[in-house]
């Protein structure tokens, strides 16, 4: 998965370790004024076929998932992040994904997180009734290891898309929202780009200007690509060799000592 070498990106033509700027020339306005008005619209029906689709992803990764995989947070991340918000923003008190009283939410999206939690009493119902008709191991076998494919792959998108050596960190003194938006890097996952929707390969877009249907991401992402210059990456090292790669080397952040910028932090290895 992946296509392309470690050091070079095909696409850019430069080393895709090197550091990226840390102060954007451009603006968000400048930004939305490069994509066509179209990318957007959404589509009603284009949207609810990916909703029908999504079920069926998760049977693409059957023969994926069921590969040892020594990295615990890669199995366990995902639901732990939904049932305890590890790793997630602090709140100053327990918080979760389900609770609709959550401090994650808006009261605005607290109806919408009661009726998720109903749609996911629902399944687990008709999982109870499928256990009863077909058999635990069937229903392991067919519905369980394909939902932790998919979870493993969650934790394996969202983490190579936010840990690269070339991206910077940032404290209270230089944060700002568009240096925080820029702080992530594109990913090609080969054949699965299409799989995952694009979004493995727009995910710069994605943090810029969150609401574009993933079906005008490449669209978007390519009209930007231009005022973006140098501060737009994408890796096209293959994903697993990213991986270990990434786990090997993006161990901890600290400023450079004669960057003139000391809120500005960077990925080391020991």
Known sequence: ????????????????????????????????????????ERSLIRSSYYVVHDLIVAYVFYFLANTYIPLLPLTLGFPLYLLTNISGKKYGRFANHFDPLSPIFTERERIQVLLSDLGILAVLYAVKLLVAAKGAAWVICMYGVPVVGVHVFFVLITYLHHTHLSLPHYDSTEWNWIRGALSTIDRDFGFLNRVFHDVTHTHVLHHLISYIPHYHAKEARDAIKPVLGEYYKIDRTPIF??????????????????????????????
């Open 1 to 40: 998965m992946g296509a392309g070498g470690r050091m070079l990106d095909s696409a850019e033509g430069k080393n895709i370790l090197e550091r990226v700027p840390v102060d954007p020339p451009f603006t968000l306005s400048d930004l939305k004024k490069a994509i066509p008005a179209h990318c957007f």
């Open 241 to 270: 060799k990213a991986m270990w790669r990434e786990a090997k080397e993006c161990i901890f952040i600290e400023p450079d000592e004669d960057s003139q910028h000391k809120g500005v932090y960077w990925y080391h290895k020991l």
